[in-house]
Structures are given as structure tokens and as C-alpha cells.
């Protein structure tokens, strides 16, 4: 009998229930309701999934994301070596590859401008930076806060783990990932508030046809002349160039497909999971983290703002030939913000499509977001 007591006590005393705390239970009520998003009203599922899922798990059992020096055995948990993959860069490159191999850039060289309008949308990075260093965050860690502005995960994971920062790593790519799946909440009333009905109504002339060597020639000619310039850039520009080059030499359909399919949702998964087992009551609920989650918003904001001033800039100079709409879609949330111009437009024209348009600045926001990373690592000798 007293066998069969001590087992089970000591049974009892192995359930979660007896090692949670209140930060706990917040946490996985979060998780719950990121999940809630994701599945109900389809708010980014593919990200806010896994990132849900890793939260949900790290805080029923925090050994998942052990490092092998505080684990008995000296294994460690299986999420640590996914989050070590975080922190070495090498998901979010591989992430950049798969998004280049998806993207048709054709929008952003049928029209150069939308560069210009990709560049003004990252006026919401370097304003949060200055932010962030004004309420007490050191250099590095305001740097690699303000990359949420560009709303672009893996850039701020990538640049989080390059400037050491790896303590703020999980509350930066949270707020990163939420914004970008919160866009379409986001974006809308600020495009709104600064464009009148007559802008959002203009309908742009159709985009000229791209050649197949212009589409080559662009991918090559990016990474040279930006790695030249930003060689730490590499990583994500090279990446993101490289998918892209697989997808239009149409010579490697097989190594395409792979980037864009198979590849990209193994590492969504692994770094979705790992991202989330980084939010542990004990890291996530402090201080820093609501500061970061509200520099995020302003930054969001900012860029978004930026974008559409810029747009109604070209607006006026092109005497009305560019809808400001599609200066919003200059964060690099792709291809979720260019959608939403398209939505914010329609509803003033249903038969305005500004859905290619908005492809763009779009894109080369995400140019733009990693060549702001690697200003950043540039400052700081990195």
C-alpha cells in the first residue's frame, strides 16, 4: 500500500498543474486565443498556428526548450535546437528563399517606382528605433525592435540573432508575426484617414508587359548591386534573390517547386513552433516586452503612414496617375498589404484593381526592410 501511495503521489506531482504559475495559465490563455485567430477568422494560419502551438507548449512544459548545459542528460529540448536555427540566421534566409521562389516581381520592374514607395514605407523602422532609444532600450536592442516596423518576421528574427539580442528575440517576432497577420485591422482605418475618396478611387494605367530576360537579369543584378553595397545583406537578399531566379530561369522547376512548397512549410513550421516555445511566462510578462508590442504598433503605423504620404506625393506630381493606396503596401508583409489596398480600393470602385499595382512597392518593401537590417548591422560593425 505504501508502494502504490508513493507512486502515485509521486505520479501526481509530475503533472504540469502543480509547477504552473498565474504567468502560466496568461500565457496559454494567449495561445488559445492566437489560435483562436488563426483558425476562426483565418488570420495568418500558416503563422500564427505553429507560433500559437509554441507558446501553448513551452508553457505546459518548459523542459521542451532546455538547453543541454541546465538538462540532466545533457540532450536539452527538441525546441532549443529548433530556436539555436533562430539564432544562427538560417531559417529566416531559408524563409527569404521560399518567398523569392513565390513572388513574381514583375509589378515592382514594370513600374521602378514602387522602390520609392517601398523606401518611404520604412520611415516606421528608423522612427522606432529613435523611439525605442529614447525610452531606454540600448542601440542594439532598439535596432532590432524597429525592424517590426517593416511588419516582416524573419528580418526581425534575423537581425535580433546578429545583434546579440537573443533575449528579446521571441516578444520581437511575436509582435512581428501578430502585425503581419493583423493587417488587414491595421492598415485600413490609416489609409482611410489620409486619402480622400477621389484618390482611393483612381484607377492606374495597366502595367507594361515584363520580359522573361528583364525578370532573369533583375534577381542578379539586385543581389550585386545591394551585396556590393550592404555585404551582410547577404543572407536575406541573396536568399530571397536566389528563390526568385529559381522561379524565372525556368530551367530548375523542380528546385522552385521545393523552395516554394515542401522547403518553406518545413521551415514555417520549425521556426513557427520555436518562435512560439520563446514566449515562457517567465521571459515573455515583463516590462520590455509591452514596450516592444507598443513600439511595434507605432512603427506599423508610422510605415503604413509613410507610404501613403509618399503615395499622395507621386499622386500629385503624376497629376493623379498613382493611387496613394498602394504606397500602404510598402511594408513587407507580402502579399497581405498589397490585398488590402486592393480591398480599401475596391470599396470605393469595385472595378478598380489595384491588386498588381500594389505587388510593388509591395515587394520591394521587403527589398527595402533587409537592406534596413543591414544598415543596421552595418552601424554596428556586425
Same mark, same amino acid.
Given at each position: 500500500?505504501?508502494?502504490?501511495?508513493?507512486?502515485?503521489?509521486?505520479?501526481?506531482?509530475?503533472?504540469?498543474?502543480?509547477?504552473?504559475?498565474? $504567468?502560466?495559465? #496568461?500565457?496559454?490563455?494567449?495561445?488559445?486565443?492566437?489560435?483562436?485567430?488563426?483558425?476562426?477568422?483565418?488570420?495568418?494560419?500558416?503563422?500564427?498556428?505553429?507560433?500559437?502551438?509554441?507558446?501553448?507548449?513551452?508553457?505546459?512544459?518548459?523542459?521542451?526548450?532546455?538547453?543541454?548545459?541546465?538538462?540532466?542528460? $545533457?540532450?536539452?529540448?527538441?525546441?532549443?535546437?529548433?530556436?539555436?536555427?533562430?539564432?544562427?540566421?538560417?531559417?529566416?534566409?531559408?524563409?527569404? *528563399?521560399?518567398?523569392?521562389?513565390?513572388?513574381?516581381?514583375?509589378?515592382?520592374?514594370?513600374?521602378?517606382?514602387?522602390?520609392?514607395?517601398?523606401?518611404?514605407?520604412?520611415?516606421? +523602422?528608423?522612427?522606432?528605433? *529613435?523611439?525605442?532609444?529614447? &525610452?531606454?532600450?540600448?542601440?542594439?536592442?532598439?535596432?532590432?525592435?524597429?525592424?517590426?516596423?517593416?511588419?516582416?518576421?524573419?528580418?526581425?528574427?534575423?537581425?535580433?540573432? !546578429?545583434?546579440?539580442?537573443?533575449?528579446?528575440?521571441?516578444?520581437?517576432?511575436?509582435?512581428?508575426?501578430?502585425?503581419?497577420?493583423?493587417?488587414?485591422?491595421?492598415?485600413?482605418?490609416?489609409?482611410? *484617414?489620409?486619402?480622400?475618396?477621389?484618390?482611393?478611387? +483612381?484607377?492606374?494605367?495597366?502595367?507594361?508587359?515584363?520580359?522573361?530576360?528583364?525578370?532573369?537579369?533583375?534577381?542578379?543584378?539586385?543581389?550585386?548591386?545591394?551585396?556590393? &553595397?550592404?555585404?551582410?545583406?547577404?543572407?536575406?537578399?541573396?536568399?530571397?534573390?536566389?528563390?526568385?531566379?529559381?522561379?524565372?530561369?525556368?530551367?530548375?522547376?523542380?528546385?522552385?517547386?521545393?523552395?516554394?512548397?515542401?522547403?518553406?512549410?518545413?521551415?514555417?513550421?520549425?521556426?513557427?513552433?520555436?518562435?512560439?516555445?520563446?514566449?515562457?511566462?517567465?521571459? #515573455?510578462?515583463? =516590462?520590455?516586452?509591452? !514596450?516592444?508590442?507598443?513600439? $511595434?504598433?507605432?512603427?506599423?503605423?508610422?510605415?503604413?503612414?509613410?507610404?501613403?504620404?509618399?503615395?499622395?506625393? *507621386?499622386?500629385?506630381?503624376?497629376?493623379?496617375?498613382?493611387?496613394?493606396?498602394?504606397?500602404?503596401?510598402?511594408?513587407?508583409?507580402?502579399?497581405?498589404?498589397?490585398?488590402?489596398?486592393?480591398?480599401?480600393?475596391?470599396?470605393?470602385?469595385?472595378?478598380?484593381?489595384?491588386?498588381?499595382?500594389?505587388?510593388?512597392?509591395? =515587394?520591394?518593401?521587403?527589398?527595402?526592410?533587409? =537592406?534596413?537590417?543591414?544598415?543596421?548591422?552595418?552601424?554596428?560593425?556586425?
Amino acid at each position: 500500500m505504501e508502494y502504490i501511495s508513493e507512486t502515485l503521489h509521486n505520479l501526481l506531482h509530475q503533472t504540469a498543474f502543480f509547477n504552473l504559475t498565474v $504567468g502560466n495559465f #496568461f500565457m496559454i490563455a494567449v495561445a488559445c486565443f492566437f489560435l483562436y485567430l488563426a483558425i476562426r477568422w483565418d488570420f495568418e494560419p500558416l503563422l500564427l498556428v505553429p507560433i500559437a502551438f509554441g507558446m501553448l507548449l513551452v508553457n505546459i512544459y518548459p523542459d521542451i526548450m532546455m538547453s543541454p548545459e541546465e538538462s540532466s542528460n $545533457g540532450v536539452g529540448g527538441m525546441l532549443y535546437y529548433f530556436y539555436t536555427l533562430d539564432e544562427w540566421s538560417i531559417l529566416p534566409s531559408l524563409i527569404f *528563399l521560399g518567398v523569392g521562389a513565390m513572388t513574381d516581381f514583375g509589378p515592382l520592374i514594370a513600374n521602378p517606382v514602387s522602390f520609392l514607395l517601398g523606401a518611404a514605407a520604412q520611415f516606421g +523602422i528608423f522612427s522606432a528605433y *529613435l523611439i525605442a532609444m529614447a &525610452i531606454g532600450f540600448n542601440d542594439k536592442a532598439a535596432a532590432a525592435i524597429s525592424i517590426i516596423g517593416g511588419a516582416d518576421g524573419p528580418t526581425s528574427i534575423f537581425l535580433a540573432g !546578429k545583434l546579440g539580442q537573443g533575449s528579446l528575440m521571441g516578444p520581437i517576432a511575436v509582435a512581428a508575426y501578430s502585425y503581419m497577420s493583423l493587417v488587414p485591422i491595421i492598415q485600413p482605418p490609416i489609409m482611410k *484617414l489620409f486619402t480622400t475618396k477621389k484618390e482611393r478611387s +483612381i484607377k492606374m494605367d495597366n502595367l507594361r508587359p515584363v520580359s522573361k530576360l528583364e525578370r532573369i537579369l533583375f534577381p542578379i543584378v539586385v543581389t550585386m548591386v545591394v551585396c556590393l &553595397i550592404l555585404p551582410t545583406t547577404a543572407p536575406l537578399v541573396g536568399m530571397l534573390m536566389l528563390g526568385n531566379l529559381f522561379r524565372e530561369s525556368g530551367v530548375v522547376r523542380q528546385l522552385s517547386e521545393t523552395a516554394s512548397n515542401a522547403l518553406m512549410y518545413i521551415v514555417v513550421i520549425l521556426l513557427g513552433t520555436s518562435v512560439g516555445a520563446s514566449t515562457s511566462a517567465e521571459a #515573455f510578462l515583463n =516590462v520590455d516586452t509591452l !514596450k516592444i508590442v507598443g513600439l $511595434g504598433l507605432a512603427a506599423f503605423a508610422f510605415g503604413t503612414t509613410a507610404g501613403v504620404w509618399f503615395g499622395k506625393l *507621386l499622386c500629385f506630381l503624376t497629376k493623379g496617375k498613382i493611387n496613394p493606396l498602394i504606397g500602404a503596401a510598402g511594408v513587407s508583409a507580402v502579399p497581405m498589404s498589397a490585398r488590402v489596398a486592393q480591398k480599401v480600393g475596391a470599396e470605393e470602385d469595385p472595378t478598380n484593381f489595384l491588386l498588381m499595382h500594389a505587388m510593388g512597392p509591395n =515587394v520591394a518593401g521587403v527589398i527595402g526592410t533587409a =537592406v534596413a537590417a543591414g544598415v543596421f548591422m552595418a552601424i554596428f560593425g556586425v
